[in-house]
């Protein structure tokens, strides 16, 4: 009875579209459900999110979930993720996607979800890191381990939305930095994200994992820009 009241004074609604969701209805509605631009990375070995690294940094795998346009669908999830503390967005949408991941043929399996970090600042101003459900969910559902306590953030940098691409790329060499003991070594890293932009967050963070004897790196956002 009292859920009731909740939800009809406090009706929710979708996270994308902001209609009213009916009875049956999670986080979004059927609408945006089918409207979502999925990529089908995880099907092309050779797809865009992976070409981002050409040159740069060895990967095993990289891929995204969704395309994210500006003022579109995506968009709005990711903004109400990260900045509205609606983190069961991460739940749904890792929940979606480790089913494509199960189908992955890779030489060597996924062993580890490593989420981006925030600096303990950030954290501390948002309260939560928002790709931590997307990669616990991952973890779960691959049935593999969640470390959040291996690659960590020693430089604070203010938000990369507000940045244009040139800025994202600026200064994010040196940014991270590692805690690990001989447990980690010879570990298959899958770092994940939310939104895959220029790469460079992704790449440094490739970099400092893969100081660590025998680590191989895979890449998995819940999205990725058109560039």
Same mark, same amino acid.
């Given at each position: 009875?009292? /859920?009731?009241?909740?939800? *009809? ?5 979708? $996270? ?25 990375? =995880? ?16 990967? +095993? =795998? ?13 968009? +709005? *999830? ?5 900045? !509205?503390?609606? +983190? ?6 890792? /929940?979606?996607? &480790? ?12 062993? &580890?979800?490593?989420? &981006?970090?925030? =600096? ?19 973890? %779960? ?5 969640? /470390? ?5 953030? !020693? ?8 940045? /244009? ?22 570990? =298959? ?14 790449? $440094?963070?490739?970099? $400092?994992?893969? %100081?660590?004897?025998?680590? !191989? ?5 819940? $999205?990725?820009?058109?560039?």
């Amino acid at each position: 009875m009292f /859920n009731y009241i909740i939800d *009809l004074f406090f009706p929710k609604v979708c $996270a994308g579209c902001h209609t009213i969701l009916i009875t049956n209805e999670t986080i979004l509605c059927t609408n945006c459900r089918h409207e979502m631009p999925l990529t089908q990375y =995880h099907l092309d070995p050779k797809n865009e999110a992976v070409k981002k690294f050409y040159g740069k940094i060895n990967i +095993e =795998h990289a891929s995204a979930l969704l395309y994210f346009n500006k003022k579109g669908i995506v968009q +709005e *999830l990711i903004h109400n993720l990260k900045y !509205k503390g609606h +983190e069961e967005i991460g739940t749904v949408l890792g /929940n979606w996607y &480790v089913e494509d991941l199960k189908e992955l043929v890779l030489e060597t399996p996924f062993d &580890v979800v490593i989420p &981006v970090p925030l =600096h303990p600042k950030k954290f501390r101003e948002r309260g939560y890191n928002q790709v931590t459900t997307f990669g616990k969910t991952l973890a %779960k559902g691959l049935n593999i381990t969640y /470390n959040d306590a291996v690659l960590y953030r !020693k430089k604070y940098s203010k938000t990369q939305s507000k940045k /244009n691409l040139l800025g994202r790329s600026d200064n994010i060499e040196n940014i991270f930095d590692l805690t690990f003991t001989a447990e980690n070594q010879n570990k =298959h890293f899958l770092i994940v994200d939310d939104v895959l932009t220029t790469g460079a967050t992704l790449e $440094a963070c490739s970099k $400092a994992l893969l %100081k660590i004897p025998g680590a !191989k790196i895979s890449i998995v956002c819940m $999205a990725m820009a058109n560039s």
